[in-house]
């Protein structure tokens, strides 16, 4: 065999995976030292890892939507608004697989030096997964990619994790968190211009636009219509209604503008009692649309950023359950030391909170913690806490039905008892508020009832 014939041999047998020399000695039986050498001699056509045992070999895979790149460079912007370039990310194969580069800061002979560490993912790192359009406005950026001829489907949940990277790194966002994944991400973010305050008016004349169609220009998650805006100097999320025509009948319009309002209401319920707890939401109506601007707690005045990673995102990494509930999960990421002991505390409070408000929709998504100085992780501001059980439905019906308190092992006495109250507040003030509709107070009313009812079966609990 030719030392030709086995170059081309080894980079063949390398779109299997990544593996040692030896490895790859045996698999094309031929002598490990002539293996080695021709691995040498290959270049930058393989990537090397470890030393030693240790070491791995392994085939870039070029990514075709990014003009044939196989690595992205992958920055971190902080508090200050200062950025950094933290990893390289290659595409590798098999298919579908990942390296990373990690550089972080050390000393060596108290002379600061840069460490590399290399991490091999089968699919994207999980530390990138919550920067992947989703929901509404994920779904309207693929409709936009598509108009501009890219082939991808209008789901970006049915996307490859190659188009997502592809995309992520083609087609710079406002993702949520503190990375930023490719060089025109970089580049793009560089040269940001100022955010403009947005008036009342002019959020409504987004949401008319948004509403026809016309444009969507962030990846935020959620099903419910939003847009991002500057408001009082903030960047915010901000999700509206349809345009409520008249009140005399519950209409879907309606619902969600009733929603909305209590969206506002919760977060003000929940840091009252608990400062800080809950994002900063504020409500405000114009044209007939009612708006809620919820503050994002992924970015500081001074234009920096904070990480932020979602319970799905650390439940896929670390612990594997996702069927379960918010406490199951929190619980055993404390255990792990990922999460703080007051993240996992305060996740049960809420989680209690949620269930005495009839949130029906406290999926892994809807929680999350911030990445600002590593693990263990604190919580992130409670965001997405209303009473989902009352939304309308996709076929466009609108729940009567109060819902059944559901209860969860990992939720004590004292965290029930922590949340009962705030729920009862919450549960009063959507009654009394002039702004919520009266089909609404109905049924807020029969809620109410139901928690007062639960109040017994929590006087029951084991201290």
Known sequence: MLMTDIAANILLTLRAGPMSAAEIAAGLRVNATTVSRQLNRLGQRVIKTGAGRSTRWYLPRPLAATQGLHMLPVYRVDLAGTV???????????????????????NTDQQPETIVEWTYFESLPWWLTDMRP???????????LRAKGELIDADPRTWSEDQVLSVL???PQDSIGNLLVGEQAYQAWLLRSETL????????????SIARGEHF?????????????????????????????????????????????????????????????AADNRSFRENGRTFMA???????????????????????????????????????????????ELALVHSKIVWAFGQLIANSDMHLGNLSVLNEVGRPYRLAPIYDMLPMHFAPTSA????????????????????WELAYPMAIELWQQVVQHPGISEHFKVLAQRQLEVVQDFAAV???MAN
């Open 84 to 106: 950094s370039k933290i990893a390289h990310l290659y595409a590798v194969y098999p298919a579908e697989s990942y390296l990373v580069e990690y550089f972080r800061e050390g």
């Open 134 to 144: 989703q929901g509404f406005l994920g779904r309207s950026f693929a409709n936009q």
């Open 169 to 171: 790194a083609a087609y």
């Open 197 to 208: 305050p947005m008036s009342d008016s002019e959020a409504a004349e987004r949401a008319e």
């Open 217 to 277: 220009n962030s990846s935020a998650q959620g099903e419910q219509p939003k847009f991002t805006a500057c408001r009082a100097g903030v960047e915010c999320i901000v999700k509206f209604s349809g345009r409520v025509e008249h009140t005399a009948m519950d209409t879907v319009a309606n619902r969600w503008a009733d929603l909305l309002q209590v969206e506002a209401l919760s977060s003000k319920v929940l840091n009252r009692s608990l400062p800080d707890i």
């Open 294 to 340: 919820s503050r994002r707690f992924d970015r500081t005045l001074p234009g920096g950023r904070v990480g932020v990673i979602s319970l799905s995102s650390l439940d896929a990494e670390f612990v594997g359950q996702a069927n379960q509930p918010w406490p199951v999960i929190m619980q055993a990421l404390a255990n792990s030391n990922v999460v703080t």
């Open 396 to 415: 466009g019906d609108l729940p009567m039905q109060t819902r059944a308190i559901g209860l969860c092992s990992h939720v004590s006495k004292v965290h």
């Open 458 to 460: 929590i006087h029951r």
